[in-house]
Structure formats: structure tokens, C-alpha cells
DNA sequence: ACGTTTTCTGACGATTTGTCAGAAAATGAG
DNA sequence: CTCATTTTCTGACAAATCGTCAGAAAACGT
């Protein structure tokens, strides 16, 4: 049971390099950007060996995804537990959204082009579980606080809306312009300026118009969010500041 | 000047051929599921033919991407000149929004995987500058519309939101909704059944939330996208309406 | 009918993926 | 330390695919 021995450790270790590289590789040219052969060499092994960690490429693609995804379920989890009311902690799972994209952009910029690239077939269905795990995790998450924002009665939703709604309405803005700003690089040309911002009030005209209480103008939500990101992601704060 | 040798025709003819092909090839493999050698058999031609038609895969690509975003741009032009008030003319694009996703949800996936994909590099200017014109025009429709609903007073943006902020929030979340739809197919299980209904409703959301006149509860928008779509797009009404 | 232009072909080199038999290295027992 | 066994690694190989190009074939015009 002793797997501490010092080969063990070192192929471990190659295979979290293994990792990096094919990031760094995947955000800047897709799919096909990634080389296995590239990879192999600047580990200084041959090409069997990357096949030796993953049974293929695919594999390595997939195994990234879950990285990424892990990120972000924690980030959102440790918005969750926040101590305030609901509105508030919704608030901070936007922040923790919002630094996770851009803290994170290879990763995201991954997410996209993971989630589209048809690579779903080759790889096993074990991984595969533990995407689909994930995201139902962060959908549960943000539904579970939509859930104490009505047993509170701060919101109503109209008959036939479900909760899962309401997340999909957020998760559906958040996810859409992050995704429009990374793949149309002229965001800022077709006369959105600070789309960050544009996203953080977006999303809270969308709270508004659901009547979810205490309303934006009763409350300033956008300075409640520079109090949750420096208690809830303190480390992560510290790395973004200047462009926050 | 005549174009009209039969020798021509049958070219442009097989030109289209090509693109339906290969639409159907990126949407079910992405960019590596286009194979120019099986397009070429299937033509009955050599693939050095399909080289005299496109400089490149990624040409090919790209010119499927402008075929794309062109039907939406018409779409969105017809319902822009809609007669009534400004917030009804808005639900009218929600509707060509998903009426164009819905008949055409090849050439929505395909925008999704073109976008990512790192194709750009190898394109020429030419058709880049298609591609963008065409984006801008869709926003400036949308835009335009936000312009006269404050015009004529149904709404009052914010200090520091601008027209475009607003469309950016409708932009983002169609597009979201729809890319998570198309991606993840675990929607449903995901606790989130009828979507399209919740896109429906949640736009909605966002413009009540702005405060936006006639609200939500003064008038059935509901009701109206069925007025819309029978008299903006009847022909696409038409084929979909199993569905819709 | 025939010379010229356009179009088409299919073989070629280059690149990349995944496999596998044998080489090399690590491990463990005496 | 030695040697047998197990694990790991290598690099050559087959297969697939892209883009090119010289020469063949077809179309065109006179």
C-alpha cells in the first residue's frame, strides 16, 4: 500500500506538468493546438509515455474540464456558506463567478471549448460522472439559496416558475456574456464598455424584476460586493486588485 | 461578363453543395469531423476541386459562419420594423432570437464551434470583416429599439448604463440559455424543464426589472409572441409549429 | 478543327495520432 | 551486491488527414 516511492512520486508530478502544458496549449489554439508530441518533448520523454497517464487525448481534454469545474464548485460553495440574507449570498456567488473568469480565464476559455469540441465519445464514462456531478453541485448550490430566499419570503415566484428557473436565468446572462466576451473580441467596439460592470447590474435588474426583496435601490448591492469578495476570497482578491 | 456558361452554373451549384456537406460535418464532429476527403467523395470529385473553392478548411468554415449570421440578421431586421410599442418590438427579436435557434439549430451550433475554435488565424480579412459587420448590425437593431423606448419614455436607464449595457443583458442571456441548452444535455435533469419557456419568461424579468412600460403584469407578452410569430414569421411558424 | 484557358486529378510530402514489441530502469529477495 | 521480476519507457510503424502541384482532361472561343 506504500505508494511513496520515489518513481511514483515523479510520475505523479509529470502528470500534473502534463496538465499545465496541455492548458497552456489548449487556450491558445483549441483542440487542435494540443500536441502530444509537443508536450513530449519539452518533458523530455517520448511520446509513449504521455500515453502511459491518459488513453488518449481526449482524456487529457476531460481531465482538465474536472480541474476546472472543481474550482469553481468550491469557489461557489464557499460563497454559499456566507452568513447574510439570501439576496446577499446570491450577490456572492456572482462574485465568485465573476473572479473565477477572470482569475481563471484559461480555465474558462477551456470550459468553452471542452463543452462544444466533440470529444464526449472517446472517453470514459467515469469522468464523465464526475462532470455531470459538478455541475449539478453548482446548480444546487444557487437553487438552494433561491429556495431560503422564498421560505423567507423575500421573492414570489408566478406559478409554473421554478426556482431552477430563476438559476437558469442567472447562470444563463453570467455564463452568455463571459462567453460573448472572450470569443467576440469587440465587445468594447459595439459600445459595451466595462462589460464586468454591465454583468453585476444585469444580473441584479434581473433579481429586481422578480421583486426579489430588498431591491437594488433599497440596498447597494454593488458596494455589498467589494465587502464579500475581501471576506469571502481574500487570497483571490489580493491576486486580482488591480484590475477589479 | 456572361457568368451564365453551364460550366459556371455547375460550379456554384457545387459550391453549395459543399457548404451543406460540410455544415453537417462540423455539427456532428466539430472541426474535425469536416473531412475534405470524404466531401470530395461524396461529390463524386478529387479534394483538390474543393481547394478551388475555398483557400482552406478554416475558409470553409467561416463561410458557414456568415451563411449563419446572416439568417439571424434578416430575422432580426424583419422584426425590428414591426409596427407597435418599443417593448413589444423587443419580444418580437426575442422571438426571432429562438425561432432562429429552433429551425436552424444546426447553424447555431456551428456558430458555437466556430467561435472557439480557433480558426481566425488562417482566414482572410475579407471575410473577418463580414462576420463583424454582421454582428454590429444585429446589435445596433436591438439597440436602436432600447433608443426609442426611452424616447418615448417607457424607460429610464441609470446613470452610467448606456443602451448597449441593457442589450448586452439580453444578448447575454439568450445566448447562455441557448448554448447551455445546446451543450449540456442534462437541462432537464438538471431540474430545468421547458427552457425555452423560462428564456421567454426571464427576458421578460430583466426588462421589468428596468422598469420598463408596459410591465409584465399590465400586459400578456406571453400571449403576444403568439400574435408575433404568426405575423412576423409566418413561414417559419409554419414548420415549427409542432414544437413551439 | 484546333489552340488557349480553365478545371480537375491523384500522387506526394508533411504532420499527427495511437500501438506495441523490445529496451531500459526500478524493485525486491536472497 | 546480484539477479530475476515487474514496471516503465522508447521509437519505429501504420493509419489518417491536410495542402500542393505538375500534368491530364475538359471547356471555351475563333
Known amino acids: 500500500m506504500n505508494t511513496l516511492t520515489p518513481k511514483k512520486i515523479a510520475i ?52 482538465l474540464l474536472v480541474e476546472t469545474m472543481d474550482i469553481r464548485r468550491e469557489m461557489f460553495q464557499r460563497a454559499a456558506m456566507y452568513q447574510d440574507i439570501p439576496r446577499v449570498r446570491l450577490t456572492g456567488i456572482g462574485v465568485a463567478a465573476e473572479l473565477f473568469v477572470r482569475l481563471y480565464p484559461d480555465h474558462f476559455r477551456m470550459e468553452q471549448i471542452v463543452r462544444l469540441d466533440s470529444i464526449w465519445d472517446k472517453t470514459t464514462e467515469e469522468r464523465r460522472a464526475l462532470v455531470k456531478s459538478c455541475q449539478m453541485q453548482c446548480v444546487g448550490i444557487v437553487a438552494g439559496i433561491v429556495r431560503d430566499g422564498m421560505a423567507q419570503g423575500h421573492v414570489t415566484l408566478p406559478d409554473g416558475v421554478t426556482p431552477e428557473a430563476l438559476v437558469f436565468g442567472l447562470w444563463s446572462m453570467t455564463e452568455g456574456a463571459y462567453s460573448i466576451i472572450a470569443t467576440s473580441d469587440a465587445v468594447t467596439e459595439l459600445g459595451m464598455s466595462e462589460p464586468f460592470l454591465s454583468i453585476r447590474h444585469n444580473t441584479q435588474v434581473l433579481l429586481d424584476g422578480y421583486g426579489w426583496k ?5 440596498r447597494d448591492f454593488h458596494a455589498e460586493m467589494e465587502v464579500l469578495v475581501r471576506k469571502i476570497f481574500p487570497e483571490e482578491f489580493a491576486q486580482l486588485k488591480q484590475v477589479w
Not at 505523479?12 to 502544458?21: A, S
Not at 483549441?30 to 502530444?36: F, P
Not at 430588498?214 to 433599497?218: D, F, I, Q
Request: overall charge negative.
Open 12 to 63: 505523479r508530478e509529470r502528470e500534473t506538468r502534463i496538465l499545465e502544458l496541455a492548458r497552456r496549449m489548449v487556450v491558445s489554439g483549441g483542440y487542435n493546438g494540443l500536441g502530444l508530441d509537443s508536450i513530449a518533448s519539452e518533458l523530455g520523454v517520448s511520446r509513449g509515455t504521455i500515453y502511459n497517464h491518459f488513453k488518449c487525448k481526449e482524456e487529457i481534454i476531460l481531465a
Open 214 to 218: 430588498p431591491l437594488l435601490e433599497e
